[in-house]
């Protein structure tokens, strides 16, 4: 996302620049121009005074229906973040909690994270969030490390708020683990699992278990996961690499031909089939599927490092 054209914009503008030029704007009445400018303020000090102060001239100056010189398509952060704030003003913090996140999960510098923690501890806003599009944007969010440390807090708070939502206690979870916080993470993820089924948390569970080095722990609910999506590939792919990991080679063999039987030529599985066969008989013509298929797909990372542990032998 990048702002819009200005004529004065060849170099981006400060916050000290845009809160000068927009105020101007609004002066000469050019709205437009104004909204511009404003929205450059919000995407670099959304978290100032002069901001909100910036915001309160647009509102006056918009009157009755500010929303609608910010429309909800085509926008850029800045734009994205005005029209979360215009949201929120009106009350409308169901919405303008997903926008907001969706600008971070694109822009994770925006100085958007005060906003949003303040909005979310308003009593009642938490359980009037759409859980789906909360979790979607978290999920989203997560790509981001720093992120963790600064939306973990609110990510559970909403959890709490929707503690049935499988996604969200998957999203919540996910953002403890970034940052470190995996005792969190295994006690939310265990006490949702507590309530009932709920496949993406046993899986969030599972990686935060691996990444702890229990990978009994890891294994048991990647296994609860495949109870309620038995067609999920994925799940299948991590319980062979972990079985592989722990030499249970014929636990192994058996995850990946359950993936490749949904998935025939799974890029991940079929030649991790034919390692785990030469793990298991030495034989040469097991070698020798395993090269075959790694020349058939040149560009198969898996494939590759696999050939080298056999030619170290």
Not at 247 to 271: F, H, I, M, S, T
Not at 275 to 303: E, F, I, M
């Amino acid at each position: 996302m990048a702002n819009a054209p200005c004529d004065h914009d060849a170099d981006p503008p400060s916050f000290e620049d845009d809160v000068r030029i927009a105020r101007a704007a609004l002066a000469a009445g050019d709205v437009g121009h104004a909204i511009h400018h404003v929205a450059g303020a919000v995407a670099s000090g959304a978290d100032r005074p002069a901001c909100a102060a910036l915001i309160d001239a647009l509102v006056a100056a918009l009157g009755r229906d500010p929303l609608a010189a910010v429309p909800a398509t085509n926008m850029w952060y800045g734009l994205g973040g005005l029209r979360a704030a215009l949201l929120a003003r009106t009350g409308r913090h169901a919405e303008a909690i997903p926008l907001a996140l969706a600008c971070l999960a694109a822009r994770p510098d925006a100085p958007f994270v005060p906003w949003l923690t303040a909005w979310v501890a308003r009593p009642g806003v938490a359980a009037t969030v759409d859980p789906q599009a909360a979790a979607r944007e978290l999920v989203a969010c997560v790509r981001h490390e720093p992120l963790g440390a600064a939306l973990h807090a609110l990510a559970l708070t909403l959890h709490r708020a929707h503690p049935d939502h499988d996604y969200l206690a998957f999203a919540t979870v996910k953002l403890h683990r970034v940052c470190w916080r995996y005792a969190d993470a295994i006690a939310i993820a265990r006490a949702a699992l507590a309530r009932g089924p709920r496949p993406m948390t046993a899986i969030a569970l599972a990686g935060a278990l691996r990444e702890e080095g229990d990978l009994d722990g890891a294994i048991a609910a990647f296994e609860l996961a495949l109870r309620d999506q038995p067609d999920n590939a994925g799940i299948l792919l991590d319980l062979g690499d972990l079985h592989l990991q722990q030499g249970r080679l014929d636990d192994a063999l058996a995850a990946y031909q359950r993936a490749l039987a949904l998935e025939p030529d799974e890029p991940w599985a079929a030649p991790s089939a034919c390692y785990v066969r030469w793990r298991q008989s030495g034989a040469a013509a097991d070698a020798t599927a395993l090269r075959a298929w790694a020349a058939a797909h040149p560009d198969n990372r898996r494939a590759s490092e696999l050939l080298a542990e056999v030619d170290a032998v």
